[in-house]
């Protein structure tokens, strides 16, 4: 699986129905890309879904503690799709994670809406969490005292906020 | 602009009651396929003019969703509120409509809601209420509120934080329901919680949302 943080909320049916049959364009604005790419972070497998990886690189290289949502699609699908896929280092505080980093290349809007199409179908599955602050803290103090992430790597606002409950 | 000014007639303006949950008879100069650019130049220079009630401007080339919200600090004229604070809660809007609060970072409006909030508590309440429930930017500027200290927001009438939520939990607009509970989980007090507890959110995303921050709650007041 793979996962990426998205705005759930973004990605409700819009109250005002369209005549057309495709993923609301509200919903493709959710999915902001860098340079036609766009990250995702590899998240285990459809029977044992972990999004470690996805939760310590984005939570950990933010400013504030806060909630995180993220949604989680099959590898399958995109390969399905022929989607083209890059192994790139990722951002992270945990340098053992980031090889785990896959970015999807050479992007335009005919492939942003085919993986549009594909998350839109996980979400209508449920493939998706919204992990409150305190979860969030613990990926990130659970990371910290398994020592995958120096607590120094974090942005100094966010350790002061995490600190208090971890033991390096 | 002076032109533009004349469309906002005393007539066209909603009355407060009209804003719960996103009045869709809002008098839009725009039709709703308008597809200008949330923010332009024009807007941006009447924005640096600082026109305490430059609402006739941004509604100009604002996009829809503003323009409810720019129309609700109209409708605040008729309170008696500083024109500073109108002015600040006007640029609060005007910001957030050009960039949304992201959860993980800190939005450049915080401080400035902050500082209002302390100078006059209950005349900036009384014009956020309108302001959160109306379309357009109310999830946001109840985000930014769950982010100040319930110390200053207290320094409100204490019911008013209470009806704001209970309001926002039973908005039909998923966004406004969602900060809502983001609030609660970032006051975690009595009220919030309580009210959470009773709240049965339709889509099952943010039920689990809900649900988990109540669970935290009560495992933390165990644990005090």
Redesign the interface.
């Known amino acids: 699986m793979l996962a990426r943080m998205i705005k759930?909320?973004r990605w409700?049916e819009p109250?005002d129905k369209l005549d057309c049959d495709g993923v609301p364009a509200d919903c493709i604005t959710d999915l902001k890309t860098t340079g036609n790419t766009l990250s995702l972070w590899k998240a285990g497998s459809k029977e044992a879904v972990d999004l470690t990886a996805a939760v310590v690189a984005?939570?950990g290289t933010?400013?504030?503690l806060?909630?995180?949502?993220l949604a989680w699609v099959e590898e399958d699908q995109i390969k399905k799709e022929k989607l083209p896929t890059a192994a790139t280092p990722g951002r992270t505080p945990a340098e053992a994670h980031r090889t785990l980093h896959v970015d999807l290349v050479r992007l335009d809007h005919a492939r942003l809406a085919k993986f549009a199409s594909i998350l839109s179908a996980a979400l209508a599955n449920?493939w998706?969490?919204?992990l409150?602050?305190?979860?969030v803290r613990n990926y990130l103090v659970t990371a910290i005292s398994k020592g995958t992430v120096p607590l120094a790597e974090l942005p100094k606002a966010l350790r002061d906020e995490v600190s208090s409950n971890t033991k390096e | 602009m002076g032109a533009e000014a004349q469309t906002w007639a005393a007539s066209d303006i909603p009355k407060a009651s009209e804003f719960t949950d996103a009045s869709a008879s809002i008098t839009q100069p725009y039709p709703k396929s308008s597809t200008r650019p949330r923010f332009d130049a024009p807007a941006l220079i009447a924005l640096a003019a600082a026109t305490v009630f430059s609402v006739a401007a941004t509604a100009h080339t604002a996009p829809r969703d503003i323009r409810a919200s720019q129309t609700a600090i109209v409708h605040c004229r008729r309170r008696q509120v500083s024109q500073q604070i109108t002015s600040t809660l006007h640029r609060i809007v005007d910001l957030l409509a050009y960039e949304g609060v992201q959860?993980?970072?800190?939005h450049p409006s915080e401080e400035p809601l902050r500082q209002i909030f302390e100078q006059d508590a209950a005349g900036v309440a009384s014009l956020l209420s309108d302001l959160i429930l109306a379309k357009g930017v109310g999830?946001d500027l109840l985000r930014l509120l769950g982010r100040l200290p319930l110390e200053s927001i207290n320094l409100a009438e204490a019911e008013w934080r209470q009806r704001v939520l209970a309001r926002s939990l039973i908005s039909?607009d998923?966004?406004l329901r969602?900060a809502a509970i983001?609030a609660i989980?970032?006051w975690r007090d009595a009220f919030g919680i309580g009210l959470l507890s009773s709240h049965h959110d339709p889509?099952?995303?943010?039920e689990?949302?809900a649900r988990?921050?109540v669970k935290?709650a009560a495992i933390i007041s165990e644990g005090a």
């Open positions: 759930r909320s409700e109250r984005i939570a933010r400013t504030r806060d909630p995180l949502e449920e998706h969490v919204k409150t602050r305190e979860q | 959860l993980g970072y800190s999830s039909k998923t966004g969602e983001e989980e970032n889509k099952p995303w943010l689990k949302y988990q921050v935290e």
